[in-house]
Structures are given as C-alpha cells and as structure tokens.
C-alpha cells in the first residue's frame, strides 16, 4: 500500500518534508493578499521580502484565503491511502474545502481529513506521528483512530507582539482580542478546541517566556520523548531563549526550531512564537 500526506501550508512545512521517505507528501498553499497583491505560500514564497512588504503595508486590505478545492484534488493523486491535516477549521476554511475535494475524489473512503485543531507545529508533529504509524504497518483504519488520539493529546502555546492581523480577519473573538490589546499585557494564549484563547496576562516579555516555560510542565505529562516544536516569526534568539529554558527545567531530548512561512507570519507577525508540545 502506498500512502501520501497532504498538509495545507500553515503547516510551515514545503513539499520536500518527507523527501527520504517511501511515503508521499504534498503541501497544498494557502495565499495572502497586501492590497492587490498576492503572496502564494509555498517554497518559492521569500518570507524575508513577505516580511518586508508586511511591515511597509499601510493599506486597509488585508487577507488570506485558503487553498481551493482543486488544488486538493490535485494533491489526490500517487497513492492507495491519503491523510490530509489543515489548519483549525475553526480559524480557517481550509477543512472545508478539503471535505468538498474529498467529496469529489472517485475513492473517498480512502481519505481521512484531520483537523489538527491548530496551526504550525502541531501540524508537524501530527505528520511525524502519521509516519511512525503508517511505517510500523498499521491497517488505514487503525491509524485513523491513533492519530486522532494523538492530536487530542498536543498543546499548542503562543506569544505574540501584535494581534493586529488576527483581529482585522476576524480570528479572534471580541473579548479575546481586548484582552491581547490592552496596554502594558502581552497575553501567554492557548488553542483551546481550534480557538484562541488567553491563558495568563504577563506584562514583559521575560516574563511571558517564562510562564511558557512553566506552563509545559503544567499542561502535559513530561517525559524524555516529549517532543517540542517552536515556531517563529524571524526571532531565532527569542525562540532559543525558550529552548534554553526547557531543557534547564525539563529533560527534553527532541526539542526543535522552525522558522514560520507565510500564513503564520501573516498572522503572528514579527517575533511571533508558536510552541507546540506533546
């Protein structure tokens, strides 16, 4: 049997993720458009230059849209058993979409649609467990059933300079977005059930980053084969002050650092941090 995953590019992963893998891989992008301009997400996507534009925008038009159902369908192809992973369908209409493709591909029951309930690296780590399971021989439908008790099982915790492109799209509720904007608060949020919601209200950085790292320990049973994933928008020396702080408080060997592509820079903006933990 020959299996393929499909992500959506808020995933921060590009095409070549699984290239040493028999397994197949595909990420389908989502766009954003400054004005009238559009920013495709995928590999060819400068995220410097984006960045740039992004900072120097002073119109009132800004967007993202997700991938159509066509270029699901597309990705549908090379295999015998496919498993597509997107955005929280609660922040994007990504799912949606994807269910619509399923809907219209000529073997439906041989795809499953995962709503990760969440963004960046819990995406990734959704993937990386697909792989373990699909690599140890498991039956589709039993790795159906694994994998959503596994995605049940991540955290996701973020920190943010700015909240300004979530709340213009709406990705915020009111009360959220009031909290994350008050003067002096720079809020530690959470994804709770695909939404985003504030976990403590922390008035620096230093310490916001330190709540972070406590929380961890708070939220999940840590172990040595705890898997941490921080996500980052073009802030390597804040995202490895974090790493520091994990491994000083916890016995962590798979801890790593990715840079985020288009759809989460749009949204966490510059010094964005997205951590995503098991």
């Not at 922040?91 to 994807?98: D, E, I, K």
């Not at 073997?107 to 309930?117: C, R």
């Not at 950085?205 to 921080?230: D, Y």
């Not at 491994?247 to 997205?274: P, V």
Request: hydrophobic fraction near 40%; aromatic fraction near 8%.
């Amino acid at each position: 049997m020959k299996f393929k995953i499909i992500v959506d590019s808020s995933s921060n992963l590009t095409n070549d993720y699984l290239k040493d893998s028999n397994i197949l891989f595909e990420s389908v992008p989502l766009s954003i458009r400054l004005g009238n301009k559009d920013y495709v997400d995928d590999e060819n996507l400068n995220i410097k230059e984006f960045m740039n534009d992004l900072s120097s925008f002073k119109g009132k038009t800004s967007h993202s849209s997700c991938p159509t159902a066509s270029a699901y369908l597309s990705a549908l192809t090379g295999a015998d058993y496919y498993f597509i992973v997107t955005i929280s369908k609660k922040l994007s209409g990504s799912y949606n979409v994807a269910h619509l493709a399923i809907s219209q591909f000529d073997k439906p029951d041989n795809v499953f649609l995962i709503d990760s309930k969440a963004v960046a690296g819990s995406m990734i780590l959704i993937v990386d467990k697909l792989v373990e399971l699909i690599n140890s021989n498991m039956e589709f439908n039993e790795i159906k059933e694994k994998i959503l008790e596994y995605r049940n099982s991540l955290k996701l915790l973020f920190i943010l300079d700015s909240f300004d492109n979530l709340i213009r799209n709406g990705r915020m509720s009111k009360a959220v977005a009031f909290i994350a904007t008050l003067m002096k608060i720079k809020p530690l949020c959470y994804a709770d059930d695909g939404e985003i919601n504030v976990k403590e209200k922390i008035r620096t950085l230093e310490g916001v980053i330190k709540r972070l790292v406590a929380n961890i320990g708070k939220m999940t049973n840590i172990t040595k084969e705890n898997k941490v994933i921080i996500c980052h928008t073009q802030d390597e020396e804040n995202a490895n002050k974090i790493k520091k702080l994990i491994t000083e408080n916890y016995e962590l060997n798979n801890i790593r650092i990715i840079e985020n592509r288009g759809l989460c820079s749009f949204y966490s903006l510059l010094n964005g941090m997205i951590v995503s933990f098991e």
